[in-house]
């Protein structure tokens, strides 16, 4: 059977419930957005029970979950294909957004993510994806890829194949067979990004893994990342030294980052490492952005800290802050500080120690104001002070995590 959309559909629902159930056949099933079990604020499923088939998405689907939503794509048995192209990707990190084969999605600081799941029971399948995908959950999502059985290959770019970011948990669980992992860029196969968990687990079979940056059990921004391989003899390929179990700590916390191989041969290169090291491109910053719109503030804030890093754009930061201390574009300046011109650089610290984001504040903490900071009821300000070496007497009140280590 051939199923077809021009837009969403194939098992989606939107407030509702949706199923499509193939028994039988080699099928074909293709759409364009928002499709083959995908779902928010209801169920959508979409299950093949044998067969081997093709599924082509443009984006937003294979087992996707949005708000308050579960999606599932359940295949039983056959050789497959699942294939998820892409939309352009606003923030311009060299690919672009898939959100598929077991995806789940939160509007980030606004909605929650819902359950995206892709189901594989048996067969030799083939999955190939861009961004956010194979097991990837972005801001409170849930997102599982689960394979059962075959000799299977697996490709993205990046934030794929058991990747969490913001929150969020992705999970990609391979049962068995001889497989293949590729992530040309990196961040993922078990990655965990900003509280966030990522898990790839791989029971049995001869398998490799190229993961490129940020990848093969690590983690960033307090996220837990786990990278198991219970059986065979296995090849972990990575590029540049943020792989295998390397995990970099923030906040004053630590992050964890989890590697597990029973038997494997590590192969480490540097040459895509030496490229990602030149100057990246920067952007323009919109320093007029609307600041209600959450994408494009962060589009600006983001090319706006480039800029400083590189010693630009002091003076259009300076007269922004003088304008409005508060201003949420604060939060990628104060990151930048060290950067800034010596003669400048206290005078922002000033300013932005009296922005109301405490994590802002953090950030512009000098030394004039550890007092202050740690009796502050903000972990994140009682933890910078700490790191500056501020010695809390026994009337200063700490979290527990902050009383119970004292080396940052």
């Known amino acids: 059977d051939h199923y077809e959309m021009s837009g969403p559909g194939l098992g989606a629902a939107l407030g509702g419930g949706s199923l499509l159930v193939d028994f039988s056949g080699n099928d074909r099933y293709a759409a364009l957005q928002f499709a083959q079990g995908a779902a928010a604020f209801g169920m959508g499923m979409l299950i093949d029970v044998e067969g081997d088939d093709e599924y082509v998405l443009g984006a937003w689907g294979q087992g996707l979950g949005l708000a308050e939503g579960v999606g599932l794509l359940w295949d039983r048995a056959g050789n497959d294909r699942y294939a998820a192209s892409g939309v352009p990707d606003p923030h311009g ?15 980030r600081t606004a909605l929650g993510g819902g359950v995206g799941i892709l189901r594989e029971e048996r067969g030799d399948d083939r999955y190939e994806a861009h961004m956010f995908a194979q097991g990837s959950g972005y801001y409170y999502g849930a997102g599982l890829l689960w394979d059962e059985e075959g000799n299977d290959r697996y490709s993205a770019v990046r934030y794929a194949q058991g990747n969490g970011a913001h929150q969020a948990l992705g999970v990609l669980r391979e049962e068995s067979g001889a497989d293949s992992y590729t992530l040309s860029y990196g961040v993922g196969q078990g990655m965990g990004l900003d509280l966030a968990v990522g898990v790839l687990v791989d029971a049995a079979g001869d398998d490799r893994y190229d993961g490129g940056v940020l990848a093969q059990g690590t983690a960033t921004a307090n996220g837990l990342g786990l990278l198991h391989d219970a059986g065979g003899t296995d090849a972990l390929r990575a590029t540049g030294r943020f792989a295998w179990g390397e995990a970099q700590p923030l906040r004053g916390l630590p992050s964890v980052g989890l590697l597990l191989v029973a038997n494997a041969v590590f192969e480490r290169t540097e040459s895509t490492a030496a490229e990602s090291a030149k100057p990246r491109a920067c952007g ?40 409005d201390p508060a201003d949420p574009l604060a939060a990628w300046i104060a990151p930048a500080l060290p950067a800034a011109p010596a003669e400048l650089r206290e005078k922002l610290r000033e300013i932005l120690w009296h922005h109301p984001r405490c994590s802002v504040k953090a950030l512009s903490l000098s030394g004039s104001n550890l007092e202050e900071a740690l009796r502050s009821d903000c972990w994140m300000l009682q933890a910078a002070a700490l790191r500056a070496g501020a010695q809390p007497g026994p009337e200063v009140r700490l979290p527990g995590f902050l009383r119970s280590r004292r080396a940052y």
């Open 284 to 323: 323009e910053p919109d320093t007029a952005v609307n600041r209600e719109d959450f994408d494009a503030l962060l589009a600006a804030g983001n090319a706006l800290r480039c800029r400083l890093e590189r010693g630009e754009r002091w003076s259009e930061a300076e007269a922004l802050l003088a304008r």
């Open 93 to 107: 990190r060299g690919s672009i957004l898939s959100g598929a084969q077991g995806a789940a999605f939160g509007f």
